[in-house]
């Protein structure tokens, strides 16, 4: 059986071993797009999670590498335009008057603290080491001696969470 049908049947020493066998080729692949190691990192990490997560949905018409890669493509295309929309929001924030502006961040604000003191303990560690304090997904897993799996759930959860507290504070405010 060859590394695919391995990988599509949950066999994750074959998903080890595809690893590190293309990690360095899809890193410098983003390295080259993007100009970023430390960004260049998380889409390596997110591209084998896709993988994994959709490993049943692999097909033997393309070899596992064609699929990395169409992966990888498809997650730098969602980094690009994430990319772009910050670009937009940094314009349109560039042109509001200092003055209008609170004194502190979101990410210091008490807003952001009273939401993560409602989060479970593991999704706010994880959440504060990635956007606050700039680790990537494999730096905290190793040192929380997690998953790499379970970091980006958690991220995804936090995210979520944050992001249906700030509409319901938009929605009371407004």
Request: charged share 30%; hydrophobic share 45%; with cysteine.
């Amino acid at each position: 059986m060859n590394l695919l049908v391995h990988i599509r049947n949950g066999d994750e020493f074959a998903f080890r071993q595809l690893y590190e066998a293309c990690k360095e080729k899809v890193l410098n692949y983003f390295v080259k797009k993007i100009n970023s190691g430390h960004d260049a990192e998380d889409l390596l990490q997110n591209t084998f999670l896709r993988l994994w997560k959709y490993r049943k949905s692999l097909s033997d018409d393309y070899l596992i590498e064609q699929h990395l890669f169409h992966i990888a493509r498809t997650v730098l295309i969602d980094y690009i335009r994430k990319q772009n929309k910050v670009q937009l929001i940094k314009k349109a924030a560039a042109e509001i008057p200092q003055s209008a502006l609170p004194q502190e961040t979101f990410l210091e604000s008490k807003a952001l603290e009273g939401i993560l003191k409602k989060m479970p303990e593991l999704r706010r560690k994880v959440f504060i080491l990635h956007k606050m304090e700039g680790y990537s997904y494999k730096e905290i897993a190793h040192k929380l001696s997690v998953d790499v799996k379970a970091i980006d759930n958690n991220i995804s959860r936090a995210l979520k969470q944050i992001r249906k507290a700030l509409l319901l504070l938009f929605i009371y405010f407004f």
